[in-house]
């Protein structure tokens, strides 16, 4: 199994529904971040948690939202998806005491038509 | 302010040739460097990082990279390219703080 685990892998919806993409982990890691990729604009940051109680937002937090459950588990939501939130979503993880060595997991396709 | 730049968007290499994807940053102090792979329908593979130390490291893959203060780059290196190593690659830095910015992203086709 992924040590960094998205679901789903692939989404197609509408504009106006309300999405939910999650990431589980087993690296036992505190740190777990939400990242876009867009063609030519690279990965920016969406939002990111140091543990449950902690939430941060990063550069492009608008639209969003999330959710730390546990520690294993960091969960972001689209309240009302509009079609420039199409993109490759990453999930990633590390431990606070590595230097920014992320762990990736193999990314969210999300289409909002 | 803080910035990555990856000048090239995509770069073509015969399999065999040497590589040089370029990696430059804006910051003040020295960061930590890295770069990554994405190879197509993955997600980030680490390749290397620098942190301090020997300028020149070495990777994953016979991948190697350069810190050159003198002129804010982290240049990333392979003497031979293997068909294989066709992906997108990322520089990313660390810019002190708790967030990792990362360059557009270079493309790597490699050609028989």
């Known amino acids: 199994d992924a040590d960094v685990t998205q679901t789903p892998r692939n989404r197609i919806t509408k504009t106006g529904k309300r999405i939910m993409l999650e990431c589980s982990q087993t690296k036992g890691h505190d740190r777990m971040y939400w990242y876009r990729q867009d063609p030519g604009l690279g990965l920016r940051l969406i939002y990111y948690?140091?543990?449950?109680?902690?939430?941060n937002k990063g550069e492009i937090s608008d639209g969003y939202s999330v959710s730390r459950q546990a520690q294993a588990k960091f969960s972001l939501s689209l309240e009302s998806a509009i079609p420039n939130q199409t993109a490759l979503y990453f999930c990633?993880?590390?431990?606070?005491?590595?230097?920014?060595?992320?762990?990736f997991g193999a990314g969210s396709r999300l289409t909002v038509l | 302010a803080q910035s990555v730049t990856q000048p090239d968007i995509h770069i073509t290499v015969s399999e065999g040739a040497s590589l040089e994807l370029r990696c430059n940053y804006s910051y003040g102090a020295t960061p930590y460097l890295f770069w990554y792979v994405q190879s197509p329908g993955q997600g980030l593979q680490l390749l290397l990082k620098?942190?301090?130390?020997?300028?020149l490291v070495q990777g994953i893959k016979g991948f190697e990279a350069e810190f050159k203060r003198s002129q804010s780059s982290f240049n990333l290196r392979k003497p031979s390219v293997h068909w294989s190593d066709a992906a997108e690659y990322f520089c990313?830095?660390?810019?002190?703080?708790?967030?990792?910015?990362f360059g557009t992203g270079t493309r790597l086709t490699i050609i028989p």
């Open positions: 990313a830095v660390n810019f002190g703080n708790e967030k990792l910015t």
């Open positions: 948690s140091f543990d449950v109680k902690d939430i």
């Open positions: 990633a993880t590390r431990n606070s005491g590595g230097a920014n060595v992320l762990t």
């Open positions: 620098y942190f301090s130390g020997d300028t």
